[in-house]
């Protein structure tokens, strides 16, 4: 069975600060998808980053970076220097490989004050 | 920027009417999605569609639901008899054909309201 969790139901920070958002997955398949997906209060869904399972390099694009450790099966997400219009709820989501339904997790939802 | 649309944005229904939500994936994506997010929670998997059938599908989807890819460029999902507990976010969302699954992109979304 696959499962997604994410256990930081809410965090807030203030502008400027780092955060950091966990993502632990759980599936038995050796080829698999992770993503990140960010939901502002306007409600649509916006696709952030895919990692492969046989890819471990971490990424960054811009403010954000992902740390991606299959030893510990977490998919990472930092913000630096958090803005205000980064608030948003954030979903980390996994495909099996040759699969097609994605399981998201229950999502963080992130407040950046000013 | 090619986008997936979904119309209508908002529909209300009373319980027990069928409803048809509709999606216009964008043009060259070949694998096309259901997904539904009840109020303040998760994104859930209801269903994909690739080569005008059904590839897989939630436990959710039973038979109440039914997609159709009625012409070459709309995707709708068909819910027979409405339930209170329909009330939720329905997204669409394609991808294109690759090694393995690319990226969905998402629509804005139809927020549907069974009464």
């Known amino acids: 069975a696959q499962k997604v969790t994410q256990a930081q139901t809410e965090i807030s920070v203030v502008e400027k600060e780092d955060v950091t958002l966990d993502c632990v997955y759980e599936?038995?398949?050796?080829?698999?998808?992770l993503f990140w997906y960010k939901q502002p209060p306007s409600g649509e869904l916006v696709f952030l980053i895919r990692?492969?399972?046989?890819?471990?390099q971490n990424e960054i694009s811009g403010r954000y970076s992902w740390n991606f450790q299959k030893s510990t099966s977490s998919f990472n997400f930092t913000i630096t220097a958090s803005q205000v219009v980064d608030s948003a709820v954030y979903f980390c989501?996994?495909?099996?490989?040759?699969?097609?339904?994605?399981?998201f997790g229950a999502g963080t939802r992130l407040f950046v004050k000013a | 920027e090619p986008e997936v649309t979904q119309t209508p944005s908002h529909q209300v229904t009373q319980m027990g009417q069928e409803v048809i939500l509709r999606c216009v994936p964008i043009?060259?994506?070949?694998?096309f999605y259901w997904y539904r997010q009840i109020l303040g929670q998760k994104v859930e998997f209801l269903v994909s569609?690739?080569?005008?059938?059904?590839?897989?599908k939630s436990e959710i989807f039973d038979d109440q639901f039914s997609v159709e890819r009625p012409d070459g460029s709309n995707f709708t999902l068909k819910i027979r008899s409405t339930k209170l507990e329909d009330s939720a976010m329905y997204f669409c969302?394609?991808?294109?054909?690759?090694?393995?699954?690319?990226?969905?992109?998402f629509g804005p979304g139809t927020r549907l309201t069974v009464t």
């Open positions: 989501a996994l495909t099996r490989g040759g699969g097609f339904k994605t399981i």
């Open positions: 043009s060259n994506h070949l694998y």
């Open positions: 969302a394609s991808s294109e054909r690759g090694e393995g699954p690319y990226e969905q992109y």
């Open positions: 599936t038995r398949d050796t080829t698999y998808y």
């Open positions: 569609f690739y080569n005008n059938e059904i590839s897989e």
């Open positions: 990692r492969n399972s046989f890819d471990e």
